[in-house]
């Protein structure tokens, strides 16, 4: 039996960019938005979020999610309100066109969906989705 490949960190890179690529495409074709801004548009989609909630949510700095929020809101997919407790922050809100990005994107992630169920068969998607929500949940060394 071969050994396991000891270069998974960067297997997993390399996948993850792959992936990341051909989602991009996708959804830029579909919706004229990244599969980074639909992640956003996800999380503001269940409500009563700051800029400082989604940025944690998402994993990313405070500065990286403004300046994603801002060309949402400019491109209409998301508003911002004030917040009702606190004073400089505003509550990120998923408009309309936001709503039917997300519609016109949703048959995209299911066929992506599909199509890495026909690579990697029903157990291994099942355990490929396990494993790397454990890695995405893991605090690193």
């Known amino acids: 039996m ?10 997993l890179q390399q996948a993850a960019h792959r992936l990341r690529v ?7 074709a579909a919706a004229g938005i990244t599969t980074a801004q639909l992640g956003a548009l ?3 989609r269940e409500g009563g979020l700051t800029q400082r909630e989604l940025a944690a949510r998402l994993g990313q700095r405070e500065s990286a999610v403004t300046a994603m929020v801002t060309r949402l ?4 997919l998301v508003g911002r309100s ?3 407790h606190e004073h400089r922050a505003v509550v990120l809100e998923l408009t309309a066109a936001g709503e039917e990005a997300l519609d016109r994107v949703a048959p995209e992630i299911e066929e992506f969906n599909a199509q890495l169920h ?6 291994g998607f099942r355990q490929a989705a396990e ?3 454990k890695l995405a949940a893991w605090p690193g060394p």
């Open 82 to 84: 004030a917040h009702p």
């Open 22 to 28: 051909a989602a991009d495409r996708r959804c830029l």
């Open 2 to 11: 071969p050994e396991p490949d000891q270069r998974l960190f960067f297997l």
């Open 118 to 123: 026909a690579v990697l068969g029903e157990e």
């Open 42 to 44: 996800f999380a503001v």
């Open 131 to 133: 494993a790397v929500g």
């Open 73 to 76: 809101a400019d491109a209409g």
